[in-house]
Nanobody, 124 residues
Framework: QVQLVESGGGLVQAGDSLRLSCAAS????????MGWFRQAPEKEREFVAS????????YYAPSLKGRFTISNDNAKNTVFLEMDSLKPDDTAVYYC?????????????????WGQGTQVTVST
C-alpha cells in the first residue's frame, strides 16, 4: 500500500505565498507520478499540477501555470507545490495523489492513491 500525507496549508492574505508538501510512504517504488488536485466548496475536484517522479515531465492547469510550481525530492518521496500570488479563489482543500500510470496525468481517474487533504484559505 501507499500512504500520502500533505502539510503546509493554512490561512494567508491575498498576494502571499505558500508551499505545500506531500510525503509518500509504503510501496512507492513502482509509482510513476505524483500530483496535486484541489476542491472548493460545492465544486468538483480539479487538477492543479503533476510531476513524474524522475522530474522530467510536469503538467499544470493552464490557469495556474506561472503562479504555481511543482517540484519533488525523489530521494525523500516528497512532492511540493509552491503557490505564489495567491487569490481568494485559490481557497480549497488541496489533495496530493500518486499513480502507477504513465499517461493521462492531468486526469483525476488516473490516480491510484490519495492523501487526506490540507486546507488553504486565502483572505482579501
Amino acid at each position: 500500500q501507499v500512504q500520502l500525507v500533505e502539510s503546509g496549508g493554512g490561512l494567508v492574505q491575498a498576494g502571499d505565498s505558500l508551499r505545500l508538501s506531500c510525503a509518500a510512504s509504503g510501496r512507492t517504488f513502482s509509482l510513476y507520478a505524483m500530483g496535486w488536485f484541489r476542491q472548493a466548496p460545492e465544486k468538483e475536484r480539479e487538477f492543479v499540477a503533476s510531476i513524474s517522479r524522475a522530474g522530467d515531465r510536469t503538467y499544470y492547469a493552464p490557469s495556474l501555470k506561472g503562479r504555481f510550481t511543482i517540484s519533488n525530492d525523489n530521494a525523500k518521496n516528497t512532492v511540493f507545490l509552491e503557490m505564489d500570488s495567491l487569490k481568494p479563489d485559490d481557497t480549497a482543500v488541496y489533495y496530493c495523489a500518486s499513480t502507477h500510470n504513465t499517461i493521462l496525468l492531468t486526469t483525476l481517474s488516473s490516480y491510484n492513491y490519495w492523501g487526506q487533504g490540507t486546507q488553504v484559505t486565502v483572505s482579501t
